[in-house]
C-alpha cells in the first residue's frame, strides 16, 4: 500500500517518507506500506524545475528510496553514499536518488543474485 499522511518522530523531527514490511517465519515478504509525509512535507515531480520550492522533495526519489527498503536496504549515513539512492537524508528539489546508485545497485544483486 502506498498512502499519504502524517509521519511524526516523536521529539525529534518527521520523515519525508516511510517504509513498513512484515515478513513471515520463512523470512519471506507478507507486505510492504509506504507512506508520504504530506503534513509536513512538500513534493514535486519536476524537482529540477524552476518552480521547485528550496523544500520540495522529489516524489521518484522518495519513492525509489523507500522501495529499496522494500527489497531490505538499509539508510546509508556516511558521506562516500551521498549520492546513493540510500543515503538517509532526502535533499528538496533534487533528483539523483531516483536512479540505483553503484553500491545500491551492488547490494541488490549481492542479495538477489541471478
Same mark, same amino acid.
Request: charge should be negative; glycine fraction near 8%; aromatic fraction near 12%.
Given at each position: 500500500?502506498?498512502?499519504?499522511?502524517? #509521519?511524526?518522530?516523536?521529539?525529534?523531527?518527521?520523515?519525508?517518507? #516511510?517504509?513498513?514490511?512484515?515478513?513471515?517465519?520463512?523470512?519471506?515478504?507478507? *507486505?510492504?506500506?509506504? $507512506?508520504?509525509?504530506?503534513?509536513?512535507?512538500?513534493?514535486?515531480?519536476?524537482?529540477?524545475?524552476?518552480?521547485?520550492?528550496?523544500?520540495?522533495?522529489? /516524489?521518484?526519489? /522518495?519513492?525509489?528510496?523507500?522501495?529499496?527498503?522494500?527489497?531490505?536496504?538499509?539508510? +546509508? *549515513?556516511?558521506?562516500?553514499?551521498?549520492?546513493?539512492?540510500?543515503?538517509?537524508?532526502?535533499?528538496?528539489? $533534487?533528483?539523483?536518488?531516483?536512479? #540505483?546508485?553503484?553500491?545500491?545497485? +551492488?547490494?541488490? $544483486?549481492? +542479495?538477489?543474485? *541471478?
Amino acid at each position: 500500500m502506498i498512502d499519504t499522511g502524517n #509521519l511524526d518522530r516523536a521529539g525529534s523531527g518527521t520523515y519525508v517518507g #516511510l517504509n513498513c514490511t512484515w515478513w513471515d517465519d520463512n523470512w519471506q515478504l507478507t *507486505e510492504s506500506d509506504i $507512506r508520504f509525509n504530506v503534513t509536513d512535507e512538500d513534493f514535486t515531480y519536476t524537482p529540477g524545475s524552476s518552480t521547485c520550492d528550496d523544500n520540495d522533495c522529489d /516524489v521518484l526519489s /522518495v519513492m525509489t528510496h523507500e522501495t529499496g527498503h522494500t527489497y531490505g536496504m538499509k539508510d +546509508k *549515513e556516511d558521506d562516500i553514499n551521498y549520492y546513493q539512492t540510500m543515503f538517509g537524508t532526502s535533499f528538496p528539489c $533534487r533528483s539523483w536518488a531516483r536512479n #540505483l546508485g553503484r553500491s545500491d545497485v +551492488k547490494h541488490l $544483486r549481492s +542479495k538477489y543474485p *541471478e
